[in-house]
């Protein structure tokens, strides 16, 4: 059924039916920027295959971009996005290897120079050899610059092979820069059947062209052998157009810093910034609805507290035409509120009565009172120290007092004070748990160091307080010890522990040096080692020895100056008849 194309052609010619040719021809300069070009209708009737062939009327064989746009009210087999599977070529046009070349916008992010505003577009573009022939000299056009204007920065990954099987002789252009050199691939040849995707990534500023009607560049394949033409371009060249002035928007995520309130609840919850996909945007015009989802894990959130801390999270958007945008933030709870005293000072003052032998436990269980009963703080746990001492006073007329600080912090580092006083009443005097010792110096030398020490150690006496702190003192203040002589010398020392409200107690020692122990004397001849004085020795007459001071040695603990004299000697004895000396 041969369908007549009526419409300008710009030569005269009738209506082009049934299997003929038409020669279309037009001026390659500029037809785009004027609105211009051939258009042909059917006039209603339906349209089964139309079959374009092209090239240039160059010399040599060019590969400037060619598009036909095919406005049908049912699935043409060019049409991949409204077709299921690849097209069938019609049997009339099987003469010529027909390629499919499609082309996707698979991804938009943030540009990665960092130039804010600026995007980061990613194509893929696919060419398909549907013949049973391969196809030679194969081209691949995509005039950036020309598309996208003052829009288009320049490419930020150049093209690669992306998606197998690769066929032999696909080559791509290491030149191309979608400006002055257009053309994606090298000198290559497409094998029968075989496919191949290209992938690149552009950089443009979307308000450098607010006409930009679309982010799809129309991308044309083809090719010649030795300047025939044969190859027929199925291309699919749908674009998804967007609305002039309304250019795609791609915000990220933005970092949230919310500050705590006391109860633990936030002005901005989490939830509620997850609703908003943390303030990221991602619209591209004629894609709607988009799809967002997030990593959020509660368990991620690490800080200083239970509720207060940070998480970060990551967003993803996917919209009705397979485009992609990722984006991470932060969201960060403050905790810069100071933990809350649940009473005021008077409140927790404590009265205390010294003489009472508990008293010091009694400060104990007040101090730990007050720290963990007395405090609150979402951030937990919570630290509570204090600056108690013991109690000093002052102390008047028994009576006294001690302001205590509490500081209380929390996980976070927040603190704040709390002030409470012991009061107390103190006439007891110290008890002393151990008297002072008195003391016996045998021999004079290192007495004035022992006496020094004994003083330094009061007595080595130990005493104790209940409340207050006590001091210790002497009387008389300054005592000393008189070695003129050593063999006599004494010191009477009183010890006192008197306490900061003037209650003291005492006990007295003496320290005493003198020589009580006689010397020592040691027989030297063999004959009287081992007897004590006043044994007896018995021994034949003739064996009686003599005696004088060589045989003799003393010695004394505290004096090396000794005097040794001999009372009585043994003398000879008549050893006719037995007697004792």
């Given at each position: 059924n041969p369908v007549p194309l009526k419409g300008a052609f710009n030569l005269p010619a009738g209506a082009l039916t049934g299997n003929n040719t038409h020669q279309l021809t037009f001026s390659a300069d500029g037809f785009e920027d004027y609105g211009l070009g051939w258009s042909a209708h059917t006039d209603g009737a339906p349209l089964t295959m139309l079959c374009v062939d092209y090239s240039s009327s160059e010399p040599s064989p060019g590969r400037e971009p060619f598009s036909i746009e095919l406005c049908a009210e049912r699935c043409l087999f060019d049409d991949p996005v409204a077709c299921t599977g690849l097209p069938t070529p019609p049997p009339s046009c099987s003469i010529l290897p027909e390629v499919l070349v499609t082309k996707n916008f698979v991804g938009v992010d943030l540009a990665a120079s960092g130039i804010p505003g600026h995007l980061d577009v990613t194509y893929q573009v696919t060419m398909t050899n549907l013949s049973s022939t391969a196809l030679l000299d194969a081209f691949l056009d995509d005039d950036l610059v020309g598309f996208f204007g003052g829009a288009f920065m320049g490419l930020s990954s150049p093209p690669q092979i992306v998606a197998p099987p690769v066929p032999t002789g696909a080559a791509l252009n290491p030149n191309f820069n979608g400006f002055t050199d257009i053309n994606i691939l090298g000198p290559s040849f497409i094998k029968a059947g075989a496919s191949f995707t290209v992938q690149f990534t552009v950089e443009i500023d979307p308000m450098g062209n607010p006409e930009l009607s679309s982010f799809l560049n129309q991308a044309v394949g083809g090719g010649t052998d030795g300047n025939q033409l044969n190859v027929s371009d199925l291309s699919n060249l749908a674009s998804n157009p967007l609305v002039p002035g309304s250019p795609v928007v791609v915000l990220p995520a933005q970092d949230l810093t919310v500050i705590m309130n006391p109860n633990g609840s936030v002005p901005i919850p989490v939830e509620d910034w997850l609703d908003d996909n943390g303030g990221a945007v991602f619209s591209v015009p004629g894609c709607e609805p988009v799809l967002w989802t997030n990593d959020y894990d509660p368990a991620d959130f690490s800080g200083c507290g239970p509720i207060a801390g940070s998480v970060t999270v990551t967003f993803t958007a996917v919209n009705a035409c397979g485009m992609s945008f990722s984006t991470t933030a932060t969201y960060?709870?403050?905790?810069?509120?100071?933990?809350?005293?649940?009473?005021?000072?008077?409140?927790?003052?404590?009265?205390?009565?010294?003489?009472?032998?508990?008293?010091?436990?009694?400060?104990?269980?007040?101090?730990?009172?007050?720290?963990?009963t007395c405090i609150s703080d979402v951030s937990i746990?919570?630290?509570?120290?204090?600056?108690?001492d013991g109690l000093e006073g002052p102390c008047v007329n028994g009576e006294g007092n001690e302001v205590v600080t509490f500081t209380a912090t929390d996980a976070c580092g927040n603190s704040a004070d709390l002030q409470a006083t012991i009061f107390f009443t103190d006439t007891t005097a110290p008890v002393f748990l151990v008297e002072p010792m008195n003391v016996h110096f045998d021999c004079v030398d290192g007495a004035q160091d022992a006496f020094d020490e004994w003083l330094a150690n009061n007595g080595f006496a130990e005493a104790t307080d209940f409340c207050l702190d006590f001091a210790w003192s002497t009387d008389p203040p300054n005592p000393t010890l008189d070695l003129s002589d050593p063999c006599n010398a004494s010191t009477t020392v009183t010890f006192l522990a008197t306490d900061e409200c003037g209650n003291v107690d005492s006990r007295t020692a003496t320290f005493s040096v003198?020589?009580?122990l006689p010397p020592t004397l040691t027989p030297?001849?063999?004959?009287?080692?081992?007897l004590n004085s006043g044994d007896t020795l018995i021994v034949d007459c003739d064996a009686i020895p003599t005696f004088d001071l060589s045989d003799v040695s003393a010695s004394d603990n505290c004096d090396d100056s000794l005097e040794t004299t001999i009372i009585s000697a043994l003398v000879p004895l008549d050893c006719e008849t037995d007697g004792f000396l």
């Open positions: 960060t709870i403050v905790d810069d509120m100071p933990p809350m005293w649940l009473t005021i000072a008077h409140d927790n003052d404590l009265h205390l009565d010294c003489s009472d032998p508990d008293a010091p436990q009694i400060i104990q269980d007040w101090l730990e009172f007050i720290s963990t746990p919570l630290t509570v120290t204090n600056d108690f003198g020589d009580t030297l001849d063999s004959l009287f080692i081992g």
